[in-house]
């Protein structure tokens, strides 16, 4: 399957050096399977007066296959408290990999209430039901990482 990674920066070779903690999935190394997605996180460099690459992998579902992974097919009770455990620095479970809904400007303005505790949890799944989720993949793992084949990059 390929996959897409938006960043300022080239990306032939992942790590887990340049990782930031306190993000939706924790951790890791963030890839989509949609590249109007991923070309829009890089976006964000450009209008930060940087360069944006989209990256571009091929990336070994059957090695995919052998590792601990979680996946979330909706916005749900389950995702929302994984994502607020991930966020707090509080997540102590060991998937290798995490696939889900991204939170996007909206998603994380209602998961940003809840959080704060402006809204009730059912409230917050309440308005999430009406948000069509599109896909992120984190890579947790080095293992998980090693399922990416590079395939190119293109100047955005």
Known sequence: ?????????????????????????????????????????????????????????????????????????????????????????LDCTRYDIVIGGVANDKVFNIVQLYFKGYIEKDTALQRLKYEKPNVQICLRILDAIQCLTYEGSELL
């Open 1 to 89: 399957m390929t996959v897409y990674h938006g960043s300022n920066v080239i990306v032939s070779e992942p790590d887990l050096l340049h990782t930031r903690n306190n993000v939706d999935f924790g951790p890791g190394f963030y890839i989509t399977t949609i590249q109007e997605q991923a070309e829009k996180w890089a976006e964000r460099f450009k209008d930060a007066g940087k360069t944006a690459f989209l990256n571009r992998y091929r990336l070994d579902e059957k090695i995919m296959e052998q590792l601990e992974v979680l996946q979330f097919d909706s916005y749900s009770d389950a995702w929302l408290d994984f994502i607020v455990s991930c966020r707090k620095g």
